[in-house]
């Protein structure tokens, strides 16, 4: 990552990873601009998850059109924002809109992530749909800019391996 410009960084993964709550850190301590991926979803999307279907690439076009917007609009000044980016070619997506993007992928195994999900209250995505998302995720790419963090720490401790990642040259 270029030393020069304040980080531009998607906090991706299943949900449940903790993306919003390390995203947050993560752009406190880099001292970014932070935004919430589930914030550009359309109700649509919104419902569909809700009612326990999962999206389909359709379904997430528009959502990635935000979301690629946002990163271009945060090129210079940097930023943090979640996206679950499970596919490659939804990452490459936004990486053709924001160029030096970088990934982060909270990783965690199933059974961790889907304890997590059980115990969350208020959150539009039901525990079924995990195992949808560890079908469609496909891991970074070598020739992918990010990096891959451990999530069976506390939230914080998370961050700070994901402040490392982002971080280190």
């Known amino acids: ?3 020069d410009s304040a980080p531009l960084v998607v906090v991706m993964g299943v949900s449940g990873s903790g993306k919003t709550t390390v995203g947050r850190l993560l752009a406190r301590s880099l ?3 932070y ?7 359309p109700e649509a999307n919104v419902a569909k998850m809700r009612a326990g279907h999962p999206l389909d690439d359709e379904d997430r076009r528009p959502w990635l059109e935000e979301i690629a917007r946002w990163l271009a609009g945060h090129e210079e000044s940097g930023g943090v924002v979640t996206c679950s980016a499970l ?8 990486a053709s809109a924001a160029p030096r993007v970088f990934f982060l992928h909270l990783d965690g195994s199933p059974e961790l992530i889907a304890a997590r999900i059980s115990a969350r209250r208020g959150h539009f995505m039901p525990p079924d749909l995990l195992r949808t998302q560890y079908a469609d995720l496909e891991p970074l790419g070598e020739d992918e800019a990010g990096a891959a963090v451990p999530i069976d720490g506390t939230p ?14």
Do not use: C, N, W
């Open 87 to 94: 596919k490659r070619r939804y990452r490459d997506r936004l």
């Open 1 to 3: 990552m270029s030393h």
């Open 31 to 33: 001292g970014v601009p």
């Open 35 to 41: 935004a919430e991926g589930d914030d550009f979803h």
């Open 156 to 169: 914080e401790e998370t961050a700070a391996l994901a402040h490392a990642a982002v971080t280190s040259p």
